[in-house]
């Protein structure tokens, strides 16, 4: 069966597109968005245009639409196929006005064309320079904020699929976290994609995460590289002590800030290096000069015991 072919019962389909079950029938019951073929037994089975629907009420959705209306842009929607250009570039201008006219059917397949060019070709030629330009348009107020939020939906969703199973890797273990505040994590994400094709394992805490939950997995894990991503410096720098303990219980060689918000200054200040370059010149740096495995912590004994 080719994936384009695919079909899935209800909890798969919830599963992979991040919808619980009573959702899904709402949503087919009240807006007829779902359209699922019947088993012989009277099994519901859901394919690749129900699977098109739902990300495009999702992003529809995250600009702020109740989902009424997100589903009657998603049933309006007209399925569309995209050839992979000999240029992945040529691909930039499109997704950004299939971005500003909130059309989510031609940005998946715009999308789906990058991707079929290969995974890094992809991030490096059209999603990290696509996502670049949204923040600029955004920053001019070309755009606003519901275009970049829906941009940025379709993208999450596609690189978070992509990252299914990336723990399960047979190299060293890189621990990936946005610090308290910090909700931007698609640089993270990329920077993760691109490690894991090289074959490392990833432990990735996402979004807003406290310091010193970075600092207990980093003890339990004993990760090859901790790397904190902010777009904003406040985030770091409101945490800059916490940070500064975490390098140095790695012995500092181990820690890296990412981002915007990252800088030479602060890296030197808390003992802890920079990430040069954007998300994917980062990651392959990484990559291709891992610093040593460290030890796995000792269990302490508890306490009262001997």
């Not at 597109?17 to 779902?34: F, P, Q």
């Not at 691909?91 to 059917?105: H, R, W, Y």
């Not at 790397?227 to 940070?243: N, P, Q």
Request: glycine share 8%; aromatic share 4%.
């Amino acid at each position: 069966m080719s994936d384009r072919d695919s079909r899935w019962r209800i909890k798969e389909f919830a599963e992979i597109v991040g919808v619980s079950e009573a959702t899904l029938r709402a949503w087919e019951r009240r807006y007829e968005l779902l359209q699922p073929e019947r088993t012989s037994g009277n099994f519901r089975l859901y394919g690749r245009d129900d699977e098109r629907r739902i990300r495009s009420v999702q992003a529809h959705m995250a600009r702020g639409l109740a989902p009424a209306q997100a589903a009657a842009l998603a049933l309006a929607e007209t399925p569309v196929d995209v050839e992979p250009p000999a240029d992945p570039s040529a691909l930039i201008d499109p997704l950004l006005l299939a971005a500003e006219t909130f059309d989510a059917t031609r940005f998946d397949a715009l999308l789906d064309a990058a991707f079929m060019l290969g995974r890094l070709t992809a991030i490096r030629d059209v999603v990290l320079p696509t996502l670049v330009e949204i923040g600029h348009r955004w920053e001019s107020a070309q755009i606003t904020v519901g275009h970049e939020h829906f941009a940025s939906h379709l993208i999450e969703r596609r690189l978070l699929a992509l990252a299914k199973g990336w723990e399960a890797g047979r190299g060293p273990l890189a621990l990936l976290a946005c610090p308290s505040g910090e909700r931007h994590t698609l640089g993270l994400v990329c920077f993760g994609l691109v490690l894991a094709d090289r074959g490392w394992r990833i432990a990735y805490l996402g979004a807003d995460t406290p310091v010193d939950q970075i600092l207990d997995m980093s003890a339990s894990l004993a990760p090859a590289a901790v790397v904190i991503c902010a777009l904003d410096a406040v985030h770091l720098t409101s945490s800059a002590a916490e940070l500064a303990e975490l390098a140095e219980l790695a012995a500092g060689h181990h820690t890296i800030l990412a981002g915007g918000g990252a800088s030479a200054a602060l890296a030197e200040r808390l003992t802890a290096h920079l990430a040069d370059g954007d998300a994917v010149v980062a990651a392959l740096a990484l990559a291709g000069d891992p610093p040593p495995a460290r030890p796995a912590a000792a269990t302490q004994p508890a306490a009262g015991t001997d």
